[in-house]
């Protein structure tokens, strides 16, 4: 049976109707009914080609929740009739160091979910079990999809990178910056979100900014200098970062997990005198994926989500595109 998908089939193409023969179903692989999937911005970067990897046609999508409708002979952990959600991380060779210390993220055989292989832009995928995670009950699938990937990939660094006493700033409170913002004042952070748009003031501290800093305002950003240990970027834009690491205490790190094209330019003698780190992450580790689903669930950290029928797909990546999603375009079968 032929799965229907949207795929672009060609560099920056609007989305189209694709169907596609699943390939047949391997002893551990499981077949999901897919209910939601986030609109996360690696899916137009793929669409787009940013990354110089992107295959036409491509059918985006790895921010799933869905439905167990088969199951190979071999899987074990879900079972037909789960819901459960899926990442951008599709599979690892489970056999090397990486995988071996439960760092299969960083596994050199790692597959993507939507990379040389269909997404979750579609009714229904088929992949490997021991990818798929089962979802909280207390989470509503719209809210819990983005979690998979946008969640995952925030949490990740500020569980490893802070402590409960620290100052953490956000840049870009989008799909994956409200979740930041909401993560690190679970950890008991103090939290300020720094933005373009001053629109979102309202709902960065509802969802836990201590501070809320529009980086166009030079005094504002003044007034935060020296102020953090930890800066998180997930801005998809080059910015000027040696200015950026003023906003930085002696010791504090500037990491990334948004993917911004170009370099650094920041220099060695700031970094020493500084003691500053810079650093990078990106998604988590199956182990991080779990732990941070239970952490969302006990803490009520939910995606706010603007949920629109999978049809609509292609209004959904423009409003993503053009930075008025509050805060991530959900795209249902429902
Ligand atoms: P998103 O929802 O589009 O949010 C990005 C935010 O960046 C925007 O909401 C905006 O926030 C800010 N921004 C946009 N244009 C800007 C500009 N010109 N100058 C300054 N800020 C700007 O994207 P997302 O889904 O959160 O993804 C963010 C990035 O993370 C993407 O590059 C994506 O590929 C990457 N990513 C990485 C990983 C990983 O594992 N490391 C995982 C998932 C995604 P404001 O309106 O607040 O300014
Ligand atoms: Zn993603």
């Given at each position: 049976m032929p799965i229907h998908a949207f795929a672009a089939?060609?560099?920056g193409a609007a989305l189209t109707p694709h169907r596609y023969e699943p390939p047949a179903l391997g002893p551990f692989d499981v077949e999901l009914a897919i209910s939601h999937c986030g609109i996360c911005h690696s899916d137009i970067h793929l669409i787009d080609n940013d990354w110089a990897t992107s295959q036409y046609p491509l059918v985006p999508g790895h921010e799933i929740v869905g439905m167990v409708r088969r199951a190979g002979p071999?899987?074990?952990?879900v079972s037909i009739g789960d819901r459960v959600g899926v990442g951008w991380q599709a599979g690892s060779?489970?056999?090397c160091e990486w995988c071996e210390r439960g760092?299969?993220?960083?596994?050199?055989?790692q597959v993507a979910t939507c990379v040389g292989r269909p997404g979750g832009f579609a009714e229904a995928i088929r992949l490997d079990s021991r990818f798929v995670y089962p979802v909280p009950a207390s989470l509503a699938s719209e809210n819990a999809a983005p979690l998979l990937c946008g969640g995952v990939t925030v949490y990740s660094p500020l569980a490893r990178m802070t402590r409960p006493a620290s100052r953490a700033g956000v840049i870009g409170i989008g799909g994956l910056g409200h979740l930041a913002v909401q993560f690190a004042r679970a950890f008991g952070c103090e939290v300020t979100a720094f933005t373009t748009?001053?629109?979102?003031e309202a709902e960065a501290r509802r969802l836990g900014a201590r501070h809320f800093v529009v980086a166009s305002d030079a005094g504002a950003m003044d007034r935060a200098?020296?102020?953090?240990d930890l800066l998180l970027s997930t801005v998809t834009v080059a910015l000027d970062w040696p200015a950026w690491m003023?906003?930085?205490?002696?010791?504090g790190t500037l990491c990334f997990v948004g993917a911004s094209p170009g370099t650094l330019g920041v220099a060695t003698a700031a970094l020493m005198i500084g003691e500053h780190t810079l650093a990078g992450s990106v998604i988590g580790s199956r182990a991080v994926t779990r732990e941070m689903l239970e952490f969302a669930a006990r803490h009520g950290i939910a995606a706010r989500t603007e949920v629109v029928p999978m049809a609509q797909v292609n209004a959904a990546i423009e409003r993503v595109r053009q930075n008025r999603a509050r805060y991530r375009m959900v795209l249902t079968n429902g």
């Open positions: 089939l060609a560099q071999d899987v074990t952990g060779c489970l056999a760092e299969e993220h960083c596994c050199p055989k748009s001053p629109d979102k200098a020296h102020s953090l003023k906003v930085l205490r002696p010791r």
